[in-house]
């Protein structure tokens, strides 16, 4: 008994037939074919960010962008291979090359673009410097095949620098920049980060060469000044590069000069504290003298206030002393006049009724204001005595 053969949904046999003919059924299917050979066969997808590589049986290759699928027959394709498409960003291009007749040709792709090659193109393969992952640029460290057209940075240290008294110092520095023109850098270099280095080290030795260690450390804010960098900015403009700013980050010494910075760093340091404190002691005693002198002012200002109000509360009690005297003596002249004024009206009344005044005046004097007595006798001889 033959039984029919099942092909599920999603899979696909491959059918000899005894007249030497061969059928691609796909499922889902049930075949009766006693006398067929069939052999099962499987099938590649590419989605929408791939592209699948054919390569035939006769040698050529096709490209075919996803989505996609294709059955894969042994007898016309040797491999089917999946694979991903380049998607571009904005501030992202590649530099793709295209042999055809014997010529090689070269294209620029800026993005944002999702770029599926055609069997004779491939892809430039930058190799540059590039950081090992201890601090150090390295040859072809750096391999990628989409190029940054923004600006970027690039941290490097100049080795092996010395001044002019021989001490021997590294250079850290910062990088900004720009590629500009990528057809100029195509043509002009294989490596535009080696040639950085190269002329940021000449410009760095050539700069710390005009002066000994202490010059150096008190000039070196110009190496944050972009005129420092006359072989870097010209070799980068000749690559199709802009250089928009370097930074110094500072320097590294051997271990013995360090050893020997760092002390003059802390005996520089104790003596500006040593300074400082002092200053501040002087200013305190300053402080302290000149507050003594103001509350010494502001007492004897007090104390002159006080006397002064003394001499003002004298001044006025004596004035109103004054005052009262003169009132008193005013009071006691009207009175005196008051009683001559009485007594001349009393005379002349008394003159009016023909009284003898003289009688009068003498009858009111009962105290004389003298008195006379004449002693004497025979045997003795006369004397006056004038009481007192």
Not at 47 to 52: D, G, K, Q
Not at 167 to 175: D, H, P, Y
Not at 348 to 371: C, F, Q, R, S, W
Request: aromatic share 6%; glycine share 4%.
């Amino acid at each position: 008994m033959i039984i029919p053969k099942t092909i599920p949904d999603g899979q696909a046999v491959i059918r000899w037939n005894r007249n030497g003919t061969r059928d691609i059924i796909t499922g889902p299917v049930t075949l009766f074919a006693p006398f067929a050979k069939i052999k099962p066969i499987h099938q590649v997808t590419a989605n929408e960010s791939e592209y699948l590589v054919i390569n035939f049986c006769d040698g050529h290759t096709e490209h075919r962008a996803g989505p996609c699928a294709q059955w894969f027959d042994p007898l016309l394709h040797q491999n089917i291979t999946p694979r991903k498409a380049t998607a571009l960003d904005a501030h992202e291009a590649i530099v793709i090359y295209n042999e055809a007749d014997g010529e090689v040709t070269h294209r620029i792709l800026h993005g944002p673009a999702i770029y599926i090659p055609t069997p004779t193109e491939n892809l430039h393969q930058f190799r540059w410097h590039g950081d090992n992952g201890k601090g150090r640029k390295v040859p072809r460290a750096l391999q990628f095949e989409k190029l940054r057209v923004i600006p970027d940075q690039m941290y490097f240290d100049v080795d092996g620098v010395r001044t002019a008294d021989e001490a021997l110092i590294t250079a850290k520095l910062m990088v900004f920049f720009e590629l500009i023109d990528i057809e100029k850098m195509l043509q002009e270099t294989h490596d535009p980060i080696a040639d950085f280095i190269n002329a940021l080290t000449a410009d760095v030795i050539k700069f710390a060469g005009k002066f000994d260690f202490e010059a150096f450390k008190t000039r070196a804010s110009q190496l944050n000044k972009l005129e420092t960098y006359q072989a870097l900015t010209k070799g980068a403009e000749r690559i199709g590069y802009r250089i928009s700013k370097v930074v110094y980050r500072g320097y590294a010494a051997t271990d013995k000069l360090q050893a020997m910075h760092d002390n003059a760093i802390e005996t520089r340091t104790r003596l500006v504290l040593e300074t400082e404190i002092e200053h501040q002691q002087q200013e305190l005693t300053d402080l302290k003298q000149t507050r003594e002198h103001e509350r010494a002012a502001e007492q004897r200002q007090e104390e002159e206030r006080t006397q002064q109000h003394l001499l003002d509360q004298t001044k006025k009690q004596h004035q109103q002393d004054l005052a009262f005297k003169k009132e008193l003596q005013a009071n006691e002249k009207a009175h005196q006049e008051e009683l001559l004024h009485l007594q001349q009206e009393e005379w002349n009344h008394l003159k009016t009724l023909g009284t003898d005044l003289t009688a009068v005046l003498v009858a009111k004097e009962h105290n004389p204001d003298k008195t006379i007595r004449l002693d004497g006798n025979a045997q003795h001889p006369l004397h006056l005595h004038e009481a007192i």
